[in-house]
């Protein structure tokens, strides 16, 4: 079902996208990653390695956006992990960045998907990525939890507009990647408390949810749904 697919990763030069596009490509599909560090591609084609290829793209850039999906005929399914971060009490966080933050991770994906959906297979699929936080409020995190929330409920209606293709959106928990040594000051700090507090006693990694990316493509009867894979972060105080 995914062997000689061509799967867009967007973000597939790092963490949860890197670790998506290594797993479906070692199934056989043509992998085609983006992200805007064009030595951060290569280094992440050269650990995916099969017939992989990627291409620089700023998904908060209409020209970037449309140059990048002019160098490609057809979509079989389309992974969207990019996204930047901002954390900051509401009170403190600079406006602009917060939007800065809306720029990226929800109007980001929006923009791919307006400019990528005619080359989408219409057996194919679109898998959007959120995070606890729409479903858990945490201080410091009001930006990403009404992003998170926006990102599921855009999927939702696309998933009804772009039928029959099927849209879904996956929900991670804490998971090691490198977004986390930009946002923190103590990534191992954080993440004994995260372990301690979650029911498994760990936080993610990048293959745990890669496994669900996967899932959400190759499953036919999947659509509209968010699913969260986050080791319990929701049953936690
Ligand atoms: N890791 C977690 O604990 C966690 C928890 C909840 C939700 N999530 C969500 O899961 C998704 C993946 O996270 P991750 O931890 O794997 O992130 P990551 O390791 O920081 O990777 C982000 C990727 O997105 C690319 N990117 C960032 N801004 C971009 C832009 N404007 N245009 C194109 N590409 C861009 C980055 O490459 P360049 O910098 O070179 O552009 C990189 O390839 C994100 O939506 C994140 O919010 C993660």
């Known amino acids: 079902m995914i062997k ?26 043509q992998i085609i990653i983006g992200g805007r560090t064009p030595e951060k591609i290569e280094k992440a084609l050269r650990f995916i390695g099969m017939a992989a290829t990627g291409h ?11 140059n990048f999906f002019s160098k490609t005929e057809k979509i079989d399914h389309l992974v969207i992990t990019a996204a930047g971060a901002e954390l900051g009490n509401f009170l403190e966080l600079d406006i602009k960045k917060a939007q800065s933050f809306f720029e990226s991770k929800f109007w980001g994906p929006y923009r791919i998907v307006k400019y ?8 194919g699929s679109v898998t959007f990525f959120s995070g606890a936080a729409s479903r858990r409020a ?3 995190f009001a930006c990403g939890s009404a992003i998170n929330a926006a ?3 855009l999927a939702q209606t696309l998933a009804l507009e772009l039928a029959p293709i099927r849209v ?4 991670p928990g804490i998971v090691n990647t490198p977004v986390w040594d930009s946002i923190t000051q103590d990534k191992q700090k954080l993440f004994s408390e995260m372990e301690s507090k979650l029911p498994g006693k760990r936080v993610g990694e990048p293959s745990d949810i890669a496994h669900a990316v996967k899932f959400v493509i190759e499953n ?11 080791g319990g972060y929701l049953l936690t105080n």
């Open 4 to 29: 000689n697919k061509t799967i867009v990763v967007i973000g597939g030069s790092s963490g949860i996208g890197l670790a998506s596009a290594k797993l479906l490509a070692g199934k056989g599909a």
């Open 168 to 171: 879904n959106t996956i929900s």
């Open 138 to 140: 945490s201080p410091g």
């Open 56 to 66: 620089a793209i700023d998904m908060t850039q209409d020209e970037s956006v449309a």
């Open 220 to 230: 036919q009867f999947i659509t509209g749904t968010t699913l969260f894979v986050d």
């Open 151 to 153: 990102v599921e409920t």
């Open 116 to 123: 990528s959906a005619p080359l989408l297979a219409q057996d």
